[in-house]
C-alpha cells in the first residue's frame, strides 16, 4: 500500500472506529502483526538483569532507558517497587556500557513516578515524572539535570495535574529538538476508560529555556489526537514520532503540530528510538484483549516506511508469550536495552535485559 494509500485508509478508518465507539475505539484496521512472519532477529543473545544497581538494591519497575553522548546507558528505578513515594533512594542510574558497572546515581526524594527519560547533545539528562504522590506535593513535572545530577530546569507545578501552559497531567516523555526546543508528551490514562479529572494527550512544545510555544493533539482516535501518547522521537528529517498506545500506530509530525503521517505496523508501541535511519519499536502490552492477534517484542524498521524488516522477540519467562519492555535503546553497537516491569508480571523482575547484535 502507498502512502497516500496508507494515510487514505488510515483517516477512514481513525474516523469511522471514533464515531462507532467514542475515544475506546482500538485501531485495527486489516493489519497482520508481521511479527509473525519470518522475520530475522539481529539480537539473539539475552543478558538479563544487566546493569548492577548498588549493593542491597533490587530493581523495581522501570520503563525507560537512553543513551548517553559517552555511549553509556541512562534509566531509572522506581525505587524498588514500582514508586518512589516516601523513598529517599536515588532513582537515576548511569552504567558502563561494556560491563554494567554503576558510573553515577541521583534523584533521591524528587521523583516520585519516573516515567520519560532523554539524554540530551550536552548530556544533560531529563526525567518526566508521571504522577503525584499521596501529599500532592511532588509529582506531574518535568526536570533537566546536569550529567552529575544538578537540578538545572523544572517544568510544571509539583504535586498540581493539569492542562495549562504551565502543568501537566501524567507526562510521558520529553525530547529536545536540535535547537534546543523542548517537547513533552502529556497525558498517560488516554488509553483506560477511567481516567483522572483534566486526563490530558497532548504535546505540549516549549523554547529551550522553558517558555510555552504551543500544544496540540486531545484524547481520541482521530488524526492527531492520541489514547496515551507515551513515547517520543526524532529522526534525521526533524520529524517528530509519537508512540500513541492505545491507538496502536505512530503519528509522525513536524515541529509545530502538522500531521505527517500514520504508520500502524509496529504494534501497541510503549517506546520508540532512532538511530541513523534505523526505527526500533516495543511493544509491552499487545495481547487478546488489548490488541488481539498481536506479540509484544521490538519491531525494527526504517524511517523511511511503515515496514518492520526485523523482529527481537520476547525473552521467556513463566509469562504465556515472555516478556518484553517498555523502554527501548540501542548503543552504537547495535546493542538493545529494553527497561521491563511491571515487576508484578509472573516470572518476570523488573530491570534492564540487553540483547545483544548477532
Known amino acids: 500500500m502507498s502512502i497516500s494509500g496508507r494515510v487514505t485508509f488510515t483517516l477512514i478508518a481513525s474516523i469511522a472506529a471514533f464515531a462507532l465507539s467514542g475515544d475506546s475505539a482500538y485501531?485495527?484496521?486489516?493489519?497482520?502483526?508481521?511479527?509473525?512472519?519470518?522475520?530475522?532477529?539481529?539480537?539473539?543473545?539475552?543478558i538479563k538483569n544487566w546493569g548492577a544497581l548498588p549493593e542491597g538494591r533490587?530493581?523495581?519497575?522501570t520503563a525507560g532507558v537512553d543513551i548517553g553522548r559517552d555511549g553509556n546507558i541512562w534509566a531509572y528505578d522506581r525505587c524498588g517497587s514500582n514508586s518512589c513515594d516516601g523513598s529517599n533512594l536515588p532513582s537515576v542510574f548511569k552504567f558502563d556500557r561494556s560491563s554494567g558497572k554503576l558510573l553515577t546515581s541521583f534523584g533521591a526524594g524528587m521523583i516520585v513516578f519516573p516515567h520519560g527519560i532523554h539524554v540530551d547533545r550536552d548530556g544533560n539528562v531529563w526525567i518526566t515524572d508521571g504522577a503525584a504522590n499521596k501529599a500532592g506535593t511532588k509529582g506531574h513535572q518535568v526536570f533537566k539535570f546536569s550529567p552529575d545530577g544538578k537540578l538545572l530546569m523544572t517544568l510544571g507545578k509539583a504535586g498540581v495535574p493539569g492542562n495549562g501552559q504551565d502543568t501537566f497531567n501524567e507526562p510521558t516523555d520529553v525530547i529536545t529538538a536540535p535547537n534546543g526546543d523542548i517537547f513533552v508528551s502529556d497525558g498517560h490514562s488516554g488509553q483506560n476508560e477511567k481516567r483522572p479529572p483534566n486526563a490530558n494527550g497532548r504535546i505540549v512544545k516549549f523554547t529551550k529555556d522553558g517558555k510555552y510555544i504551543k500544544e496540540w493533539g486531545k484524547i481520541g482516535s482521530a488524526p492527531g489526537e492520541?489514547?496515551?501518547?507515551?513515547?517520543?522521537?526524532?529522526?534525521?528529517?526533524?520529524?517528530?514520532?509519537?508512540?500513541?498506545?492505545?491507538?496502536?500506530?505512530?503519528q509522525i509530525f513536524d515541529q509545530d503540530g502538522k500531521l505527517l503521517d500514520t504508520w500502524l505496523q509496529f504494534g501497541r508501541v510503549s517506546s520508540v528510538f532512532i538511530v541513523g535511519d534505523r526505527l526500533f519499536a516495543i511493544d509491552s502490552e499487545s495481547n487478546a484483549s488489548r490488541h488481539p492477534g498481536w506479540t509484544t517484542g521490538v519491531r525494527i524498521g526504517t524511517t523511511k516506511e511503515d515496514k518492520v524488516v526485523a523482529f527481537i522477540p520476547p525473552h521467556p519467562t513463566n509469562e504465556p508469550q515472555g516478556v518484553a519492555g517498555e523502554g527501548v535503546a540501542v548503543d552504537r553497537e547495535g546493542d538493545v536495552y529494553a527497561a521491563e516491569g511491571p515487576i508484578s508480571r509472573a516470572?518476570?523482575?523488573g530491570g534492564l535485559t540487553k540483547y545483544v547484535k548477532r
Open 58 to 61: 533490587i530493581w523495581g519497575n
Open 226 to 250: 492520541f489514547r496515551t501518547p507515551h513515547s517520543l522521537a526524532f529522526d534525521a528529517r526533524g520529524r517528530l514520532f509519537v508512540a500513541d498506545r492505545g491507538n496502536h500506530r505512530l
Open 347 to 349: 516470572g518476570a523482575g
Open 27 to 46: 485501531m485495527q484496521g486489516d493489519i497482520v502483526d508481521p511479527a509473525k512472519n519470518t522475520l530475522p532477529n539481529p539480537n539473539p543473545k539475552v
